[in-house]
């Protein structure tokens, strides 16, 4: 299983309270629920890499908002995650960069209620800085001599650069297929190829070392992102409890920093 990251203790909250603000999963906290229960424990989060940086905010300022709780990060491409929570690996939360492999948790019978959509991202062709190939578009991806990453299919990033590139009526031929965005990002970080289609998010992450280039046909390529509680959570209370505070305000104002969009 990839590696989990980012543990911090939070303090307690009324888990009644947060469940009737989450209004999420299959009804109401177990009966007799009231002040004195908390939600406390490990939350465990399965969370598409393009997640890294907001989520690794969002479940610092959940920890701060909930003393008493730890917020751990499995962070890798949508499609592995989707499989490991299916053979059975303890998830709490799974937050997805596509709809289809929210689809293949949805449809083993392993989501806590209706999965929701709280954040969309686009595409940008990623390049050092500087731009050495002087890439402008999805066309100059195509000249000889320019190397090219791209995310393997079965990976939102990558089935988002397949819609693009068909829009633009594009063919090219990868140096290298990614298993999520930030492997193809790393590839132009360390001067491997002259261009990846990457989110603009992580673009954005990296802009010390890389240029997002904008290109028009990203916009028939938008990811829509949805979070939902695993069926079997390990701590049911403190899943619905984070899923409810990534469509919060505070959270939203951290992935809109990030560069996502809203929902």
Do not use: H, W
Not at 54 to 75: K, Q
Not at 135 to 161: E, F, H, I, N, S
């Amino acid at each position: 299983m990839t590696g989990r990251g980012g543990r911090t203790t939070l303090a307690a909250v009324a888990a009644f309270a947060v469940l009737a603000t989450a209004g999420c999963g299959d009804g109401p906290g177990p009966a007799g629920a009231g002040a004195d229960d908390r939600v406390t424990g490990t939350v465990t989060v399965f969370a598409a890499a393009s997640l890294t940086e907001s989520f690794t905010r969002i479940g610092r300022d959940f920890e701060a908002a909930n003393p008493g709780t730890t917020v751990t990060l499995n962070l890798a491409g949508s499609s592995a995650l989707a499989n490991q929570i299916n053979q059975g690996a303890p998830a709490d939360v799974f937050a997805s960069a596509a709809p289809r492999n929210m689809t293949t948790v949805t449809e083993a019978g392993n989501a806590d209620g209706a999965p929701s959509v709280f954040a969309r991202n686009q595409l940008v062709i990623a390049v050092p800085r500087g731009n050495p190939a002087g890439v402008t578009g999805l066309g100059d991806l195509t000249r000889p001599g320019v190397k090219v990453a791209l995310c393997a299919d079965q990976v939102p990033c990558g089935a988002a650069a397949r819609s693009a590139l068909a829009a633009a009526g594009v063919t090219l031929t990868p140096v290298t297929l990614e298993q999520d965005v930030r492997g193809a990002l790393a590839k132009v970080k360390l001067g491997e190829v002259d261009a990846a289609l990457v989110y603009r998010t992580d673009a954005r992450a990296a802009s010390a070392d890389v240029t997002g280039v904008e290109f028009p046909e990203s916009a028939r390529a938008v990811n829509d992102y949805l979070i939902v509680a695993v069926k079997d959570a390990p701590n049911r209370a403190g899943a619905r409890a984070f899923v409810a505070y990534v469509r919060s305000a505070p959270a939203q104002a951290v992935l809109a920093g990030a560069g996502f969009q809203a929902p």
